[in-house]
């Protein structure tokens, strides 16, 4: 069975630039979560979505960043303009979003992204 | 709210030693509590997780857990470590309901040397 993917694996830009990330889920899982960890830092959940609909934002900076998953596989997370606080490894998990017990989240192997 | 504190950032320790990375949680829900691991340029791999029944969980690469909910506890530990293990740990805890996210530990770094 196929991991999460996610790619670049690597961003290096400038602030004040745009950037954007991609991420598909393990075929089936419901759920897709992207998290921000930070060097020094645990991950910290910036969006969930459940199917295409969106479940948590809270934590998003939504004056620049920006999230989306059509038609509920496939997601990308966009942010602009980038600041120097924003670098980053960005991490994107999904799980089978089923209630009760079995929902483990599993990882993609993340982009690194650095702004200068 | 949930939070969770590691309460080692860095734990050096000797090939074949046994080891110990403590996990404590706060939270006025009742919760799910994981480890993950990282090893370097890679993603978080679960290595075990506690969600119901007996509190001595066991995982993969020879970790096991102990969740203590008097002392809100969920601490890792490994009989004899490997250069292998070199990696960085994370503990995390979940809300019962279902789908919800992980909120993450700061995470330990466990360093193996010969």
């Known amino acids: 069975e196929a991991g999460v993917a996610q790619s670049p694996r690597y961003k290096i830009i400038e602030k004040r630039q745009s950037v954007a990330f991609w991420c598909n889920p393990i075929?089936?899982?419901?759920?897709l979560y992207w998290y921000q960890q930070i060097l020094g830092q645990g991950p910290k959940l910036l969006i969930q979505?459940?199917?295409?609909?969106?479940?948590?934002d809270s934590q998003l900076p939504k004056d620049r960043f920006s999230a989306e998953r059509l038609k509920g596989v496939d997601s990308t997370l966009k942010i602009q303009p980038a600041k120097l606080e924003d670098s980053a490894v960005y991490l994107c998990?999904?799980?089978?979003?089923?209630?009760?017990?079995?929902?483990?989240?599993?990882f993609g192997p993340g982009t690194r992204l650095t702004v200068l | 709210a949930q939070s969770v504190t590691q309460l080692d950032s860095q734990v050096p320790v000797f090939e074949e030693a046994p080891v110990e990375l403590r996990c404590n949680y706060s939270?006025?829900?009742?919760?799910?509590l994981f480890w993950y691991v990282q090893y370097p340029n890679q993603g978080l791999q679960l290595l075990l997780k506690?969600?119901?029944?007996?509190?001595l969980v066991k995982g993969i690469n020879g970790f096991e857990a102990e969740f203590n909910k008097s002392q809100t506890s969920f601490h890792l530990r490994k009989p004899s470590v490997h250069i292998s293990d070199t990696a960085e740990y994370f503990c995390?805890?979940?809300?019962?309901?279902?789908?919800?996210?992980?909120?993450f530990g700061k995470g330990t770094t466990l360093s193996v040397s010969s």
């Open positions: 506690y969600l119901s029944g007996s509190t």
């Open positions: 075929s089936g899982h419901a759920t």
């Open positions: 998990a999904s799980s089978l979003g089923l209630a009760g017990l079995s929902d483990t989240q599993y």
């Open positions: 939270s006025s829900v009742s919760v799910y």
């Open positions: 995390a805890v979940r809300r019962w309901q279902a789908g919800t996210a992980l909120i």
């Open positions: 979505f459940q199917n295409n609909g969106v479940v948590d």
